[in-house]
């Protein structure tokens, strides 16, 4: 079953509108974006530090 947006997506979403991901789903993208790493942060509710990626825009074919 494919993946859909609502279930796919571990967002943050700040107030200009960038869009944050963790590492696991930017593997379920499968290459489909340009992303830039924000390196390992802390995150609520979580013990470990989380790789995350905001995105740039869609991947040029």
């Known amino acids: 079953m494919p993946l859909g947006w609502k279930a796919a997506i571990n967002i943050w979403q700040l ?4 869009i944050l ?3 696991e789903t ?4 499968a290459g489909k974006f ?5 390196g ?4 609520k509710d979580r013990e470990q530090k989380v790789n995350v990626y905001g995105i740039l825009g869609m991947k040029k074919k």
């Open 26 to 29: 930017l593997l379920h993208l």
């Open 15 to 18: 107030s200009s509108c960038q």
């Open 34 to 38: 340009e992303v830039e790493s924000w």
């Open 21 to 23: 991901i963790a590492e």
């Open 40 to 43: 390992a942060l802390p995150l």
